[in-house]
């Protein structure tokens, strides 16, 4: 089944194509890496598939429907960026951080029952994170933070997750760590993964698509793929495909052997 579609999708500002034309399709359960350079256009890429920007043309659809008009958010997990700036301004704990991904599940009044508390917590477990739960977001570490967005975004059990550059912030460490937290997410729950990275190497441990634009589509495939692709050595040159596809093996290598 197709949870994402972009088919011949243009989205304009200030008379510039921050989208060109893109067309790629995300089957259930795939983990795909959005890769690409500052500006390229991988924030508004999310935001057209969520609704928050409208295409200027082409057509997107979100488990079969326009984005305009679909409603049933429970399925999608959302992560943006710097999506913490604001709850470190407010005595927010952990535990209510996460049941604030409840909400738009409810229907008015929206209120958190003895249930949703139950499922809150048996998300911050999963995420083994509960020694955390009533320390306030403010407080916590930047890989923490991210664990309790991540928590709020699952809480619901989304079908699909969304996540905008979501180890920007962190350490080598803390985005290592955080990165195969997604991935097996993904392999264990059949969760779909878009990840928006500025890493083309390094996320080829994790996912099994990238799809990286600049502007245009550059290319939508698998890294074996990639590294035979055509498009791919005009864009980057033959030599910079090289290095980049041996990055990736290397570092997939190491990433095997330290997960054995």
């Not at 709850?87 to 029952?113: C, H, Q, W, Y």
């Not at 994170?129 to 709020?152: C, E, F, H, P």
């Not at 350490?171 to 997410?185: P, Q």
Request: aromatic share 8%; net charge positive.
């Amino acid at each position: 089944m197709s949870v994402v579609e972009f088919k011949k999708v243009t989205y304009i500002a200030s008379g510039k194509a921050v989208l060109d034309n893109i067309s790629f399709t995300v089957s259930q359960g795939n983990f795909v890496g959005i890769v690409g350079q500052n500006g390229s256009g991988k924030t508004t890429l999310i935001k057209t598939l969520l609704g928050l920007l409208e295409k200027s043309s082409g057509e997107v659809k979100l488990f079969g429907e326009n984005p305009a008009r679909f409603r049933d958010w429970k399925k999608v997990g959302y992560i943006p960026q710097k999506v913490m700036t604001g709850e470190n301004r407010f005595p927010l704990t952990a535990s209510e951080a996460v049941g604030l991904g409840l909400l738009s599940g409810m229907k008015s009044p929206k209120s958190i029952d003895s249930a949703d508390r139950a499922k809150v917590k048996a998300t911050l477990e999963t995420l083994n994170i509960t020694g955390i739960a009533d320390k306030l977001v403010g407080s916590l570490s930047g890989g923490q933070q991210q664990r309790v967005m991540l928590a709020r975004a699952l809480v619901n059990d989304p079908e699909l997750l969304v996540l905008d550059e979501p180890t920007a912030a962190l350490d080598v460490s803390a985005g290592e760590a955080f990165m195969k937290l997604i991935r097996d997410l993904n392999e264990m729950r059949k969760v779909t993964v878009l990840l928006v990275t500025h890493d083309i190497a390094n996320i080829g441990k994790y996912a099994d698509k990238m799809l990286y634009i600049d502007n245009k589509m550059v290319f939508f495939g698998t890294f074996g793929d990639f590294c035979v692709s055509p498009d791919a050595a005009l864009y980057f040159g033959k030599y910079a495909q090289h290095i980049i596809c041996h990055r990736h093996d290397h570092e997939r290598a190491e990433g095997v052997a330290r997960d054995v």
